[in-house]
């Protein structure tokens, strides 16, 4: 049998099938529609302007050093005229986080982008290897989930940006969907598939990979032989998104189109304002500055349940009340320092939001 030609241009021998239509097509015409799809997306949702400074979260693995390499690609194809910058976060977790850097450092050297690291330790004096000795390995995820937030936009305010881009994909925010109905949480749900977040004095925040499957994201990477780090973390990863990503997977193997239906779903849900009046007005944090739904942010209540030797206070309800019996917080307890909130480049990033929905989790 003659071997297959590519479905797209039907000149070249078809090398791969693509996972998200299924067509045989050769690898040019892979790469050309992969970076298309990308472009469409940015395009369409308005998510730059020229002489934007745009940092990209980068971890070492591949969804954003792939996200780094189209985002580079697609600035000098279609002249987006965008400052590029990688931002890395270091949690603090020897094996694996340090060796995913020495990656980044790398792709700063083949990108020719300024990095920027800005790490646990130095911004809340803690490793996650330090909080793992101290919480184990149940709620581990939730401190990292908040700190890294945080530690990006600060990360960011140091760079100047006006935008940060990370690499979650399609299948992301599918697991995003299928955990926030399952948990009911509607008032996320009816947010969770916004391509652009942004808080009032927080960072602006897309996903460019929205639309791009978790597998033509590997199989990019692994045809364009990109240089990045592929362990998982040693700390076991948020055992319900796991339940979310087999059952995904499962969907996905028996039709590859479940992955965008349910994100298209995600998008169609309406939902009600009574729905949506359940989410707190934003304040700012009277310890820290930075943007929060209480006196304290999430980062700090974290931190002060870790300095006073009592982690779960930030976790439980009933742990909060145990700690707070004690009496306030120590005059000398440690604190992160003051954030001043970016104003100028707030002004920027407000005319520039095409949608204005709040975070997505
Ligand atoms: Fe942090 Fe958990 Fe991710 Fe590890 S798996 S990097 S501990 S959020
Ligand atoms: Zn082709
Ligand atoms: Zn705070």
Redesign the pocket.
């Known amino acids: 049998m003659s071997p297959r030609t590519c479905a797209l241009c039907a000149t070249n021998k078809a090398m791969l099938k693509r996972p998200k239509t299924g067509q045989q097509i050769c690898r040019d015409c892979f790469f050309y529609v992969f970076e298309t799809e990308v472009h469409n997306t940015i395009t369409q949702s308005s998510l730059f302007k020229p002489g934007d400074r745009v940092a990209i979260g980068a971890s070492g693995g591949k969804d954003s050093t792939v996200l780094a390499y189209v985002m580079k690609t697609l600035n000098e194809r279609y002249q987006y005229g965008l400052d590029l910058f990688l931002l890395s976060i270091d949690?603090g977790?020897t094996g694996y986080r340090d060796d995913s850097l020495e990656t980044v450092k790398r792709n700063q050297q083949q990108y020719s982008m300024p990095l920027k690291i800005l790490s646990y330790d130095e911004l809340y004096g803690w490793t996650?290897d330090a909080i793992v000795a101290q919480v184990g390995k149940k709620n581990?995820?939730t401190f990292?989930?908040v700190f890294?937030r945080q530690a990006l936009d600060r990360g960011a305010t140091v760079l100047g940006v006006d935008h940060i881009v990370t690499g979650h994909n399609a299948d992301d925010i599918a697991e995003t969907v299928l955990m926030n109905i399952m948990r009911g949480d509607i008032a996320r749900l009816g947010r969770c598939t916004a391509i652009c977040t942004q808080g009032e004095d927080t960072i602006k925040r897309s996903k460019p990979f929205k639309y791009a499957y978790e597998k033509e994201i590997v199989m990019y990477a692994y045809f364009k032989k990109l240089d990045y780090f592929s362990t998982e973390?040693i700390?076991?990863?948020?055992a319900y998104r796991g339940h979310a990503r087999v059952f995904l997977k499962d969907l996905e193997a028996a039709r590859p189109s479940a992955i965008i239906d349910i994100i298209h779903s995600g998008e169609a849900f309406e939902v009600r304002e009574e729905v949506k009046a359940t989410q707190k007005v934003q304040q700012t944090c009277k310890r820290c500055g930075y943007m929060s739904s209480n006196d304290l942010c999430k980062a700090c209540t974290l931190l002060e349940g870790l300095e006073r030797g009592m982690a779960n206070s930030g976790i439980t309800d009933r742990a909060r009340k145990k700690l707070d019996a004690e009496g306030p917080a120590p005059e000398n307890i440690r604190t992160i320092p003051f954030y001043n909130p970016p104003s100028s480049t707030l002004v920027i990033a407000v005319e520039a939001t095409n949608d204005g929905k709040p975070s997505t989790s």
């Open positions: 949690e977790i996650m581990n995820c990292c989930g890294r973390c700390y076991s990863p948020d």
